[in-house]
């Protein structure tokens, strides 16, 4: 990024820095938050209960569902395996959830595994072998997996086969050892990084974008009714409008005020609970929470807007450059608070406006 490449203007942006600000962002804020999009392996368990079982059970992704339908009613007439399938989009979306549904669409079992995981041809070459006819293999983060277990996976995904070399050296030989028809379905949060032979091979493409706030609602009301919890329609948009587009960021969200009401509450989930917990939580009216808003306030009254590099503005909130860039930029770019540019990060009208602040100049002239 053209930023990072310009460590001699962030040793400028910190000279120029006022000190007068300094007490306004020294606080260091956590990586981890209630509208991260990520999941650690205690909240996939708690997530386990609240995911759809059936295709009609999935809110929202209209287009891509239905397609899915077409394709699962389709081979299930033919009695065959579908084509595989590869899911993109950010994370929290559903694509596990998808990749559950279709293994219960077809009636047939699921393996899971991710590509951090094979890192070495015999470690898929073991998955596949002992797939059973009609299965489905759900590999997550499929664009992480090793370049040898990837040439073995093309392979397999077109000709159902894969090469068992035997022996070492000069002597070595391989002995194809057939597969019976199975399903790959395929996650990422980054397709581009997929090599073009590995896209070519799913028969089928989906892209899950994020969900509007009705359709938010929809997921915690259904959510809410198999918690056993009441859940007012005004607190579920109250809660809907704070998830940044993502039902995983919703649920916990539920979860957290669903927490409070029991607590301090009367163990209903109305607005005023709904609001309550998440200023307890620190989560803003926008779905902001302590990060971005140390971002936004840095870049607004440290640096007048910027432009300022990465480097620079994770050293003025207290985080590492790959947290402010990973967790807090991709939501506050989407929302149009902040902007990219050659030079570095700048303070969009929005920001300005959320913060409560005016600009010091023409936004415009920033990207000049």
């Known amino acids: 990024m053209a930023d990072r490449r310009s460590s001699g203007q962030d040793a400028d942006e910190r000279d120029a820095a006022d000190p007068r600000e300094e007490s306004l962002v020294t606080e260091r804020f956590p990586a981890e938050s209630l509208v991260r999009p990520g999941a650690d392996d205690l909240e996939r368990a708690a997530e386990a209960a609240l995911r759809p079982r059936r295709l009609g059970e999935f809110v929202g992704q209209r287009v891509v569902r239905e397609q899915l339908s077409v394709v699962l009613q389709a081979a299930r007439m033919r009695g065959r395996a579908p084509d595989h399938v590869l899911l993109s989009g950010p994370p929290g979306l559903g694509k596990t959830t998808l990749a559950m549904i279709i293994a219960a669409e077809l009636g047939a079992s699921l393996r899971v595994t991710s590509g ?3 890192q070495h041809a015999g470690d898929l070459a073991a998955v596949l072998s002992s797939l059973e006819e009609g299965e489905v293999l759900f590999l997550d983060e499929i664009h992480r997996i090793a370049r040898p277990a990837e040439e073995l996976l093309y392979v397999a995904m077109e000709d159902f086969r894969v090469d068992v070399m035997v022996g ?5 030989s391989a002995i194809p050892l057939a597969l019976p028809p199975f399903t790959v379905v395929g996650a990422t949060t980054r397709a581009g990084l997929l090599p073009a032979p590995l896209r070519d091979r799913f028969g089928f493409t989906g892209h899950l974008d994020f969900y509007s706030s009705d359709e938010l609602e929809q997921v915690l009301l ?14 579920a948009s109250e ?3 704070r998830s940044r587009g993502t039902p995983r960021i919703a649920n ?19 607005l005023a609970a709904a609001r309550a917990a998440l200023e307890v939580y620190e989560v803003d009216e926008r779905g902001l929470d302590r990060l971005d808003r140390g971002v936004l306030a840095a870049l607004c009254t440290r640096f007048g807007g ?10 003025a909130v207290g985080e590492e450059p790959e947290t402010v860039e990973t967790v807090a930029e991709p939501f506050l770019v989407r929302e149009g608070l902040i902007g990219r540019t050659p030079r570095g990060r700048v303070a969009l009208p929005a920001a300005w406006s959320h913060l409560g602040l005016t600009p010091p100049h023409d936004p415009g002239t920033l990207f000049a």
């Open 168 to 172: 070492k050296g000069a002597g070595a």
């Open 239 to 241: 809660i809907a409008g």
């Open 222 to 235: 259904r959510s809410a009714g198999l918690l056993d919890v009441q859940l007012a329609g005004a607190a």
């Open 116 to 118: 951090p995981a094979i």
């Open 306 to 315: 910027g432009p300022v590099g990465l480097t620079t503005l994770a050293v």
């Open 252 to 270: 916990r969200l539920l979860r957290r005020v669903r927490d409070w009401a029991q607590v301090r509450g009367d163990g209903r989930l109305t």
